[in-house]
């Protein structure tokens, strides 16, 4: 992997990652057009990142980090169920890693639902507050999350709209799906490493150095991200991020069907 797909990588999951988009799915298709999706670098890489993104919202939110113990037994809770079913599952989840079609579907599918959710919960949005999660809602949540194991789902969309069926307000749900990402993340981050090591793929400096200006430019992206993203859907809601999925996802599986490559060559 080059410095500059490197580069590339880590700007779309600067920005996607807290985004109801998937950012696993947008890099899939950046890196299938880079012609480097196969690697088994490449597929720990795209996971590696996430640390930058991760660190952004201890940055961003590091006062709620420090506020009490119960605030991480709650991410615990919500983190064991797509621990566990990670782990049952992750061979499978490395497949669909490289099925592009499978992360246009899941974009498409995910969009058409987006579309809606602002009316399903409109009614009572208003009357909404920051409500205090408590256990069975942090759960609840958790399992919300499980459904982002399939590439193109998105794990933000999920616990957003997870956050949004237990009476959370736009807001609340969006940050409590962020808290929720530095355990999951951190976790398939040392995890995706750990396992690239242990087959013999091995850190050459290069590698190291293409790590760290990832995680560095995911790190950057990803704190603008947040803070316009927070703002953007307390006053506007999913619509436009349904309709930008569905106009990718079909674009996608339009250029498959039409058997156009979507790889450029080298």
């Known amino acids: ?109 995910g969009g058409i639902i987006l579309l809606f959710v602002d009316n399903w919960f409109k009614a009572n949005e208003r009357n909404r507050r920051e409500k205090k999660i408590d256990y069975p809602t942090a759960f609840k949540i958790g399992l919300f999350q499980c459904i982002a194991m399939v590439p193109g789902v998105s794990r933000s969309a999920a616990t957003i709209i997870g956050g949004l069926s237990q009476q959370l307000n736009r807001k609340a749900a969006a940050e409590f799906s962020f808290f929720l990402a530095v355990p999951t993340m951190l976790a398939a981050t040392i995890y995706k490493m750990y396992k690239y090591y242990k087959v013999g793929g091995g850190f050459s400096a290069d590698d190291i150095n293409v790590l760290i200006v990832g995680n560095v430019v995911a790190f950057t992206l990803a704190i603008l991200a947040i803070r316009g993203f927070i703002a953007y859907l307390s006053k506007y809601g999913f619509k436009f991020f349904g309709f930008y999925r569905i106009a990718l996802g079909l674009l996608i599986i339009i250029l498959y069907f039409l058997k156009i490559p979507l790889t450029i060559s080298s």
């Open 1 to 109: 992997m080059s410095y500059l797909q490197a580069i590339i990588l880590a700007i779309i999951e600067g920005i996607t990652e807290f985004l109801p988009v998937s950012s696993t799915g947008h890099m899939i298709i950046a890196s299938s057009v880079m012609g480097i999706a196969q690697h088994d670098f490449t597929k720990m890489f795209t996971i590696a990142i996430q640390f930058g993104a991760i660190l952004s919202v201890f940055v961003i939110y590091w006062r709620r980090f420090f506020k009490s113990v119960d605030f991480y037994l709650k991410l615990l809770v919500a983190f064991i169920p797509a621990a566990l079913l990670g782990k049952l599952l992750n061979e499978y989840i490395d497949s669909l890693l490289e099925n592009i079609i499978a992360v246009a579907i899941s974009l498409l599918a």
